[in-house]
């Protein structure tokens, strides 16, 4: 196959991994301890792998958010 069909299938050396995670935070827990986490997961869990990450998160009810990356 050549190598621009490869790149639009996405096969090969094109290809490309990925995977679901999701969290969700307490009301009680306060707003600097959530985004420490967040930037902790960032930085331990996916910049120490080499990973690339989207996502992003809303808030379901006062003091209530919901995260997917």
Known sequence: MKKRLRKKKR????????????????????????DDFIDKFLEQ???????????GGEEIAPNRMDFSL
């Open 45 to 55: 869990a996916i910049k120490a792998n080499g990973l690339m990450f989207g996502g």
């Open 11 to 34: 096969v090969g050396e094109f290809q490309e991994f990925g995977f679901l995670i999701g969290f969700r935070f307490s009301c009680e827990l306060n707003i600097e301890i959530r």
